[in-house]
């Protein structure tokens, strides 16, 4: 099976997840008059991003659980990180999603940085 390198860190993943990778959520917020994405977005971005990353209805995503329930692995958590990236238009820490291991606690924090870089990256 041929591999596709992660954008961060040495993770390599499947080609097949690195090409629903950029199928899945791509594509930058549309932001409100702040310019930040306020903390029900960025859940509302999780929930669709993850339901369609890991083959669940938008239904059965539950914000307060963690990313883990979900199969969400180290390789695809490192790959949450650089889409939602991607989507914030900002830095992140390739680690985000395990200091804040659920759609809640993740889109708080993001909300609360506003438009500046995550510290940690």
Do not use: C
């Amino acid at each position: 099976m041929e591999r596709t390198p992660a954008p961060t860190g040495n993770v390599e993943l499947p080609a097949a997840k690195a090409e629903h990778r950029h199928a899945a959520g791509s594509g930058q917020h549309t932001s409100d008059a702040a310019g930040a994405p306020t903390a029900p977005q960025i859940e509302a971005w999780l929930v669709s991003h993850i339901a369609e990353l890991m083959g669940f209805a938008v239904s059965e995503i539950d914000a307060d659980k963690e990313f883990t329930y979900y199969g969400l692995d180290s390789a695809e958590s490192v790959l949450l990180a650089g889409d939602l990236e991607e989507w914030l238009g900002r830095p992140l820490a390739a680690t985000v999603a395990f200091e804040y291991p659920t759609i809640a606690s993740l889109a708080r924090h993001l909300s609360a940085l506003g438009d500046s870089p995550d510290p940690d990256s």
